[in-house]
């Protein structure tokens, strides 16, 4: 008796999965409909589906609501902090030009290094032989213009006048190999400002040469460098570049600082003339003194 049990449950199975698999041949062929059993399976489960889709989506929906309120509120309160500072810092700003302006007045000094009007000009030729060192503008005497001008473009300081014509000029750039072409810079640190000149450029590294800089001041890399103000030429606070790079001389009495420039020589269009409101004394002027 027991095997006749077995046998059925077997004969049972094997029929099943016959028609398990006559089934799924069923289903698989090219139809142009389906049976009422399988609509009927379809529907019970895309209703199913809909019933858990819903409230799925609607709970995920509310949760990136959440986060972004959450992230709302955080950028508002950063906001708040910086507008707090920026409000700091200008109240700072207008109390420290008060006392600029109260300070001057005690002092009777209407002039600073930094005072000086620009004349706008642009650049109507370059020769292909002497592109890094020489460009003609379209202002010259008539303008006011004068020689050893500073000339600068957007990004910063990119040379000064070498001649001037009636109508026009030439512009001797900084990235000349000139080394008689010296304007006096001041390198930004966090101590104290450290003094140098602009002596050469390299032309392999594209980076000006900042020299006789002082052995025991120590440059960091990336410090800003801008013009002086005293060589006489150049107004005080005219961008030059940034250091990459400080090495010691030959004698390693003073070091050399490469600077890399902010203005871009080789594309230059539209440049602006520097007309300084003070005066400094030249070197020319220095020894001339010294001579007397």
Do not use: C
């Not at 398990?20 to 142009?32: K, N, T, Y």
């Not at 500072?85 to 008060?98: A, P, S």
């Amino acid at each position: 008796m027991p095997q006749f049990f077995l046998n059925k449950r077997l004969i049972i199975l094997l029929v099943s999965v016959i028609v398990l698999v006559g089934l799924i041949g069923f289903s698989l062929r090219d139809r142009d409909s389906i049976s009422w059993p399988e609509q009927f399976v379809k529907d019970m489960v895309g209703f199913g589906q809909s019933l858990v889709s819903k409230p799925v989506n609607y709970v995920a929906g509310v949760v990136d609501n959440v986060q972004d309120l959450q992230n709302t509120y955080t950028e508002n309160e950063k906001l708040k902090t910086r507008l707090d500072e920026l409000i700091k810092l200008e109240t700072k700003v207008k109390d420290l030009k008060q006392d600029n302006d109260e300070l001057r007045a005690v002092l009777d000094k209407k002039e600073n290094l930094r005072a000086y009007k620009t004349v706008q000009a642009t650049v109507i030729a370059r020769n292909p032989d002497q592109w890094q060192e020489l460009i003609t503008i379209d202002k010259g005497e008539v303008n006011g213009i004068q020689s050893d001008m500073a000339v600068i473009s957007s990004a910063g300081l990119i040379g000064k006048i070498k001649s001037v014509n009636e109508f026009s000029s030439t512009v001797e750039l900084i990235s000349t190999n000139n080394t008689k072409n010296r304007i006096s810079t001041v390198i930004q640190s966090k101590d104290q400002d450290i003094n140098g000149w602009i002596e050469g450029y390299d032309s392999k590294k594209e980076e000006i040469l900042v020299k006789r800089i002082s052995n025991d001041m120590k440059v960091e890399k990336g410090s800003k460098v801008m013009t002086s103000g005293l060589g006489g030429v150049f107004p005080k606070g005219l961008v030059i570049g940034e250091v990459k790079e400080v090495k010691p001389d030959q004698y390693g009495l003073t070091q050399t600082a490469y600077v890399k420039p902010a203005a871009d020589f080789y594309h230059l269009e539209h440049v602006m003339v520097i007309d300084r409101e003070i005066q400094g004394v030249t070197e020319q002027d220095a020894v001339e003194e010294e001579e007397q």
